[in-house]
């Protein structure tokens, strides 16, 4: 049986919701934020999102199925490939004339014991890499950008 591991990271964004909801499920856009990264998909429940994340040559594709839809607050996937299994969800939060955007990952650890020990090398640059992905985001749509 595979253990689970969530990671989460948020940002205070000089935009309303609805903004800032357009621009994170800009799939076609993400790789302007999101480090290395390309995306392409649809929207709504059902739709599928492909994410391809590497350098170069190295790098995995994952897949995802829409599971939770609710503009302009919440999105969910289901990470569907070989590489990453769990639940992704992106949150856009009211903060007075601003808003907030939280991204968590609960993700599916494969090997048991190997894979739990493998997370704790990994997790410090999976935050740092989500970490910094919001920070240019929130540059992003801080610019006028979408």
Do not use: K, N, Y
């Not at 357009?22 to 993400?30: F, G, I, K, S, T």
């Amino acid at each position: 049986m595979a253990s689970r591991a969530d990671i989460t990271s948020r940002i205070a964004l000089p935009v309303p919701p609805g903004q800032a909801w357009q621009a994170v499920v800009d799939w076609a856009r993400q790789g302007q934020w999101m480090l290395g990264t390309r995306v392409h998909g649809g929207h709504g429940v059902g739709a599928e999102v492909v994410a391809r994340t590497g350098i170069g040559p190295v790098g995995f594709t994952d897949t995802m199925v829409i599971t939770e839809w609710d503009p302009p607050r919440r999105c969910v996937v289901e990470h569907t490939g070989r590489v990453i299994r769990g639940t992704g969800v992106f949150e856009v939060a009211p903060a007075g004339p601003a808003s907030e955007l939280r991204w968590t990952e609960q993700l599916e650890l494969p090997l048991g014991a190997a894979g739990q020990w493998g997370w704790r090398l990994v997790r410090p640059l999976a935050q740092l890499g989500i970490d910094a992905s919001l920070r240019r985001f929130a540059r992003l749509v801080a610019a006028g950008g979408r």
